[in-house]
């Protein structure tokens, strides 16, 4: 996958008139898949299109990797520095809505499990308000929100199979 951001990127730096229209639009073709754009493409010899569409798929993909990049450096500082949450977003045990009558008498790593949701829940919920004051906003502004809000539901989803 990375061999095809490097080529998109080597045909987005070529000038218009040096570009092979035909193997740049076989690098859109593995990228999309659609057969009918390539084709109008190829018969047209619409190389500000094929550009455009070219754009589009490096802008999202150097997003995803720098998305990714970001991750893997939160997962190296998290270990070493400890993050504080003030006193109101952080959620503590001794809330009892949602728990079981026996939750004392639970393991310890079934608690963690649902205090970890508990907070999840309290950051999908932010993140929901904040994707709805984005009705207006393009999907790719959107995307970095809506993609932490799938990562925590999947979390949420692999803590519930410990309870």
């Known amino acids: 996958m990375e061999n095809l951001t490097a080529k998109i990127k080597e045909i987005l730096d070529t000038p218009n008139d040096k570009i092979d229209i035909d193997s ?11 057969r009918i754009l390539n084709q109008n493409i190829l018969r047209r010899n619409d190389v500000a299109k094929l550009k455009y569409e070219l754009q589009k798929i490096y802008d999202f ?16 500082v998290i ?28 393991p310890d790593d079934i608690k963690a499990c649902y205090l970890e949701n508990l907070n999840h829940y ?29 990562d925590l539901d999947k979390e949420v989803r692999e803590n519930l199979v410990c309870l």
Do not use: W
Not at 61 to 76: C, G, P, Q
Not at 93 to 102: F, I, L, N, V
């Open 61 to 76: 993909r150097s997003k995803e990797n720098a998305l990714n990049e970001a991750k893997e450096l939160e997962k190296e």
């Open 24 to 34: 740049a639009a076989l690098v859109l073709l593995k990228v999309n898949r659609n």
């Open 122 to 150: 309290h950051k999908m919920r932010k993140l929901h308000e904040q994707l709805k004051l984005m009705g207006d906003a393009k999907a790719c502004d959107r995307y970095p929100f809506l993609k932490e809000l799938v």
């Open 79 to 106: 270990p070493v520095i400890e993050v504080t949450l003030p006193a109101a977003e952080k959620i503590e045990a001794t809330e009892t809505k949602g728990m079981r009558p026996d939750h004392e008498k639970l």
